[in-house]
């Protein structure tokens, strides 16, 4: 038994040192340039969008305008420092579209509200193509064209 112990040792560290020293190994820098690729793709998710603004108030929202469709709870008084957006079905992954509540997002071409926010909510059906900035009570009516939203990852 002894011996049948010591001869399977001997053939792993074999096939051990076969596999490190002689077997040729594909290059790390494959690996990388494969994962750069799906870096490359995830990275560009994006839309065109025409960019407006809500605020959390029943003739804007639903029944329950304090919480939002990804189950958020909105402090009116503090809406606009969340940075939160509502996207149209279209752009939502329940509905087909490539983004998910609590994604972060990268707003382009909206003047000062250009930046970083998270999707939390669901604009009307009738909507497509759009996104609505959740801003504070009070804040002035703004809408941008052009607007460009990039998937964070």
């Given at each position: 038994?002894?011996?049948?112990?010591?001869?399977?040792?001997?053939?792993?560290?074999?096939?051990?040192?076969?596999?490190?020293?002689?077997?040729?190994?594909?290059?790390?820098?494959?690996?990388?340039?494969?994962?750069?690729?799906?870096?490359?793709?995830v990275a560009t998710i994006s839309a065109d969008v025409t960019a407006t603004m809500y605020n959390?108030?029943?003739?804007?929202?639903?029944?329950?305008?304090?919480?939002?469709?990804?189950?958020?709870?909105?402090?009116?008084?503090?809406?606009?420092?969340?940075?939160?957006?509502?996207?149209?079905?279209?752009?939502?992954?329940?509905?087909?579209?490539?983004?998910?509540?609590?994604?972060?997002?990268?707003?382009?071409?909206?003047?000062?509200?250009?930046?970083?926010?998270?999707?939390?909510?669901?604009?009307?059906?009738?909507?497509?193509?759009?996104?609505?900035?959740?801003?504070?009570?009070?804040?002035?009516?703004?809408?941008?064209?052009?607007?460009?939203?990039?998937?964070?990852?």
């Amino acid at each position: 038994m002894k011996r049948l112990n010591i001869l399977v040792a001997v053939l792993f560290l074999g096939v051990l040192i076969y596999t490190v020293f002689v077997e040729k190994h594909e290059p790390v820098s494959v690996s990388v340039a494969k994962i750069e690729n799906k870096i490359d793709e995830v990275a560009t998710i994006s839309a065109d969008v025409t960019a407006t603004m809500y605020n959390a108030v029943t003739g804007q929202c639903d029944s329950d305008p304090l919480v939002t469709a990804g189950m958020y709870k909105i402090n009116p008084n503090k809406a606009s420092e969340h940075k939160w957006v509502a996207l149209s079905r279209d752009l939502l992954k329940r509905w087909g579209g490539q983004f998910d509540y609590g994604d972060t997002i990268r707003i382009e071409n909206a003047g000062d509200k250009s930046g970083e926010y998270t999707v939390v909510d669901t604009m009307n059906k009738r909507f497509t193509n759009k996104i609505d900035i959740l801003e504070t009570k009070g804040t002035d009516l703004y809408k941008y064209d052009n607007v460009k939203i990039i998937k964070i990852i």
